[in-house]
């Protein structure tokens, strides 16, 4: 058990790591300085430097990534440029209202799922089997 535990550990180790690499990569992609944005429109150049070093965007992407990697891993994703507001503190705002749209989503599934299976399991091989599956 121990032998094949630690097997999918080390399967799982460079997805993982793939995933965060493109994520990474994909905030990198974003149009614009962040620290531009944040610094307004003075743009004042002590507080375009202040910025970056702050945010580490003075550093090589290297360097980036494993302090990025550093906040996510202890469940820091950042603030909000838009907000200024830390990120987790948004997910958690609009949890409550997600988990009720998946709830409502999975009951109207399963209510059209079972009807539809019980629809084709009865009527095999009828048009009522074919129309359950395509509604289904």
Known sequence: MGKFLARRLASILPTLFF???????????LPGDPAMILAGE?????????LRQK????????VQY???LGGVVQGDLGASLRIQKPVTELILEKLPV???LAVMA???ALAI??????VAAVKKDSAWDYAANIFA
């Open 113 to 118: 799922g079972v009807t539809a299976g019980i």
């Open 42 to 50: 003075d743009q004042d150049p002590n507080v375009v430097a202040y």
């Open 66 to 68: 494993f302090h990025w």
């Open 98 to 100: 997600t988990i009720q």
């Open 55 to 62: 945010m580490h965007l003075d550093q090589p992407l290297p």
């Open 106 to 108: 999975m009951l109207i």
């Open 19 to 29: 995933v965060t690499v493109l994520i990474f990569g994909l905030q990198q992609l």
